[in-house]
């Protein structure tokens, strides 16, 4: 598919910063794109929430930026920026009339080398009461806002990265200390632990030279901290829990560990999701929902990433009282799904189709494909891997979907009940 051959140049500083340049001159707009390589991932004990909580302290201002200063001088410019913490990595990124690039450029770079010159005790203080405040609005005192949470704490042992929430625990943050800011800024935010893309209406030499001059004095202090994620703690048996909560409707949880990202399982099970719960004919969706009417919904979703991944399939009944009828459908389902001789290649046709639309359709913006091009670089060191991301699910077939339904789907799941509490 010539579309999806999507070019672009890839350089390294000498200072070790990765650089992915491309082209597209079909609009004056460009995106800038920065991933930082640490996330919840590379939280301690005692120390979770870091990364969240340093996202907010980079729009705090740095040597030559006021404070908050970042997003006003985008949106003067017609633009808009933001940042975003996973588990694999802290993200920053600005969309912008072309003509503005070299603002957008100075903002990034600023903040790279300068933050510690303009961080204080007062703006740590500030956006810990913020982390705090969105820990307890979103998660502690919202219905179902700790699932995730309970569901990964049973799914990755203590030990594995992916144990801790993104968010972090409520007495960590607010233990969160300028000296450990510091001490996170230069071991995590230097030039050879990022990767800049740069993508639109731009001329290669011409940003090239920009990137330079901006970044390419930015020296490493202390070069990057070390990890460990050789050996995963496994899941080697069923748990279950019940979480009481301020609910009027109970939810329920089946988790399974699977793989890494761009796994060669991946799309196969990202396949399986689909054709268990895509759409209304799905297989989950129509007995569930529709013929036993024993669900409001019910969902299937391929969670991966860096190091490890999982596999969640929820519902909501109607009645409390059908919990364990529900239960039993889902692994009837998925069982006569690995065991049947009948084919699935309608319902693979469907969630390939389905898949290959909403790809081509988020790559029109040019700013998920700037964050595309981050993506591939550092996850396969290939930032032009769209037309392979795009075929890999023409290699989805029956038996390779049962295949991976019954390499992962199997007895050592968790098994996670929300439940209403009775405060009387």
């Given at each position: ?6 070019e ?93 690039l070299?603002?957008a ?34 998660y ?5 806002g ?43 935010y ?12 731009i ?26 994620f ?15 909560d ?12 699977t ?28 007995k ?137």
């Open positions: 598919m010539k579309t999806l051959d999507i672009s140049s890839s350089h390294k500083l000498s200072n070790g910063l990765e650089v992915v340049l491309h082209k597209d001159s079909s609009v004056p707009v460009v995106a800038v794109n920065i991933w930082y390589k640490v996330g919840a991932a590379n939280d301690k004990v005692g120390k979770t929430g870091y990364a969240h909580l340093f996202e907010h302290l980079m729009f705090q201002g740095s040597q030559n930026i006021p404070k908050e200063a970042h997003f006003r001088y985008i949106q003067e410019a017609g633009g808009s920026a933001n940042g975003s913490t996973s588990r694999d990595r802290t993200n920053y990124y600005e969309s912008l009339p072309s003509n503005q070299e603002l450029l100075w903002l990034e770079s600023d903040r790279m080398g300068f933050l510690l010159e303009a961080l204080s005790e007062e703006k740590l203080e500030n956006q810990k009461s913020v982390v705090i405040n969105e820990r307890l609005e979103h502690d005192n919202q219905p179902y700790l699932v995730g949470e309970k569901l990964n704490s049973l799914l990755f042992p203590f030990g594995h990265p992916h144990h801790f929430p993104v968010i972090g625990y409520l007495d960590d943050i607010k233990k969160f200390s300028l000296e450990d800011a510091k001490r996170y800024f230069k071991n995590y230097s030039p050879t632990n990022a990767i800049l893309t740069v993508a639109g209406d001329d290669y030499d011409n940003a090239l030279n920009l990137i330079q001059n901006y970044f390419g004095d930015i020296n490493n202090e202390m070069g990057i901290a070390e990890e460990n050789a050996s995963l703690p496994k899941l080697e048996d069923y748990k279950y829990l019940e979480h009481f301020k609910v009027n409707v109970p939810q329920i949880y089946f988790g399974w560990r793989n890494k990202l761009f796994h060669e399982d991946e799309v196969d099970l990202h396949t399986l999701a689909f054709i268990l719960s895509g759409n209304k004919n799905s297989l989950l969706t129509k569930l929902v529709y013929d036993t009417q024993l669900c409001q919904r019910v969902s299937a979703q391929n969670d991966l990433s860096k190091y490890d991944g999982s596999f969640l399939i929820s519902a909501t009944p109607k009645n409390i009282n059908d919990i364990e009828q529900i239960k039993k459908n889902i692994f009837e389902i998925i069982e006569n799904l690995i065991s049947s001789n009948g084919t699935l290649d309608k319902e693979i046709a469907t969630a390939v189709n389905n898949f290959k639309f909403q790809f081509v359709h988020s790559i029109e913006k040019i700013s998920t494909r700037a964050d595309l091009l981050s993506s591939y670089k550092y996850y396969v060191d290939e930032p032009n891997w769209f037309l392979q991301d795009y075929e890999r699910f023409n290699k989805v077939t029956t038996e390779s979907v049962k295949r991976i339904a019954k390499k992962y789907l199997n007895k050592n799941f968790v098994e996670l009940r929300v439940l209403p509490k009775n405060d009387k």
